[in-house]
């Protein structure tokens, strides 16, 4: 009889620690710290912030290293707008892991967003002792100074960016950005220039090139790269957009026409091409099928200022 007794309390030990064990193995009667963090992302997908946060602080809470939680919290705090909290996350996340520069990017961003530029700086050089070879966090200080009117700290910046990886096509379009709000044209055009030079397959940097003549008046000059744009992409929505505008300024309305309509064929959901193509239309009596444009567009934006404005484009034309 004592033998059983010990037998049944030997059991109830068993089980009780293997409840325990369990319990820490599944880290909570509601699941593994995985299981929340599934849980916390698909609720993220349906832009359901609360209670996303709620599933990554179950998360945290049962593993204090789930770097994962972390980051994601810290995505949906600053959806739902809630940048302090944000920043929280990401000093975390940076204690956790503090030789990944991408955190520091992060942080520096949300900083930034909350102009808070000198905290961003300091985050930013931060990131630059890590990794002094990388031109990242150079091109992001630059464009910090420029936001703070800092010309000459904003082109040391983007320059150093530059030396440090001069095949990078997108430095110079940060440095020529800079030029052009300093009307240093001469200067953005050789940048511009540059970045077709390392990269001259991309044809974004073709159509960056094309406004910049355009706005210089160059109109040969600016029509030659669009054309180019175009022959490197021939589904280029924004190029053809362009270049309609730039027919239209030149006069020529049936190539403006043309050139919107085949943004229309490339993205029938997009309106810039319909508002275009409808004021060359209206401008040139076409008034059907400047009304019908309008009236697309108005089924495909949910701009209650925007609707108005095109409601009385259309009763302008009746």
Same mark, same amino acid.
């Given at each position: 009889?004592?033998?059983s007794?010990?037998?049944?309390?030997?059991?109830?030990?068993?089980?009780?620690?293997?409840?325990?064990?369990?319990f820490?193995?599944?880290?909570?009667?509601?699941g593994?710290?995985?299981d929340?963090?599934?849980?916390?992302?698909?609720?993220?997908?349906?832009?359901?912030?609360d209670?996303?946060?709620?599933?990554?602080?179950?998360?945290?809470?049962?593993?204090?290293?789930?770097?994962?939680?972390? !980051?994601?919290?810290?995505? +949906?705090?600053?959806?739902?707008?809630?940048?302090?909290?944000?920043?929280?996350?990401?000093?975390?996340?940076?204690?956790?892991?503090p030789?990944?520069?991408?955190?520091?990017?992060?942080?520096?961003?949300?900083?930034?967003?909350?102009?808070?530029?000198?905290?961003?700086? +300091?985050?930013?050089?931060?990131?630059?002792?890590?990794?002094?070879?990388n031109?990242?966090?150079?091109? !992001?200080?630059?464009?910090?100074?420029?936001?703070?009117?800092?010309?000459?700290?904003?082109?040391?910046?983007?320059?150093?960016?530059?030396?440090?990886? /001069?095949?990078?096509?997108?430095?110079?379009?940060? !440095?020529?950005?800079?030029?052009l709000?300093?009307a240093?044209?001469?200067?953005a055009?050789?940048?511009?220039? @540059?970045?077709?030079?390392?990269? /001259?397959?991309?044809?974004?940097l073709?159509?960056?090139?094309?406004?910049?003549?355009v706005?210089?008046?160059?109109?040969d000059?600016?029509?030659?790269?669009?054309?180019?744009?175009?022959?490197?992409?021939?589904?280029?929505?924004?190029?053809?957009?362009?270049?309609?505008?730039?027919?239209?300024?030149?006069?020529?309305? @049936?190539?403006?026409?043309?050139?919107f309509?085949?943004?229309?064929?490339?993205n029938?959901?997009?309106?810039? +091409?319909?508002?275009?193509?409808?004021?060359?239309?209206?401008?040139?009596?076409?008034?059907?099928r400047?009304?019908n444009?309008?009236?697309?567009?108005?089924s495909?934006?949910?701009?209650?200022?925007?609707?108005?404005?095109?409601? @009385?484009?259309?009763?302008?034309?009746?």
């Amino acid at each position: 009889m004592k033998r059983s007794g010990l037998l049944f309390i030997s059991i109830g030990v068993i089980v009780i620690l293997s409840s325990i064990t369990l319990f820490f193995i599944t880290g909570s009667p509601g699941g593994t710290p995985t299981d929340h963090f599934q849980k916390g992302e698909a609720l993220f997908a349906q832009q359901k912030w609360d209670e996303a946060i709620e599933e990554y602080t179950k998360v945290i809470a049962l593993d204090r290293r789930f770097i994962s939680a972390y !980051r994601r919290r810290a995505e +949906a705090y600053r959806n739902k707008g809630d940048i302090d909290a944000a920043i929280f996350n990401y000093k975390k996340i940076i204690e956790l892991d503090p030789e990944n520069i991408d955190n520091r990017f992060q942080l520096a961003s949300l900083y930034s967003s909350r102009g808070d530029n000198y905290s961003a700086l +300091a985050t930013l050089k931060k990131a630059m002792e890590i990794d002094p070879k990388n031109p990242f966090p150079f091109q !992001r200080t630059g464009d910090i100074y420029a936001a703070m009117g800092r010309y000459q700290d904003a082109l040391a910046s983007y320059s150093k960016a530059i030396d440090l990886a /001069p095949s990078l096509a997108g430095l110079y379009l940060s !440095r020529a950005g800079l030029y052009l709000g300093r009307a240093e044209y001469d200067k953005a055009l050789a940048d511009y220039s @540059q970045a077709i030079r390392v990269d /001259p397959s991309n044809e974004g940097l073709y159509l960056t090139r094309a406004n910049f003549y355009v706005q210089r008046k160059s109109y040969d000059l600016a029509m030659s790269n669009y054309d180019k744009a175009i022959q490197l992409n021939p589904k280029y929505y924004e190029a053809y957009v362009a270049r309609g505008r730039l027919y239209h300024t030149l006069e020529d309305s @049936q190539k403006a026409i043309a050139d919107f309509t085949k943004a229309i064929q490339i993205n029938p959901k997009r309106i810039e +091409a319909y508002g275009a193509r409808a004021e060359i239309c209206a401008s040139e009596n076409m008034k059907t099928r400047a009304i019908n444009d309008y009236l697309k567009m108005i089924s495909l934006t949910t701009d209650e200022n925007l609707i108005a404005q095109l409601r @009385q484009k259309i009763e302008e034309l009746k």
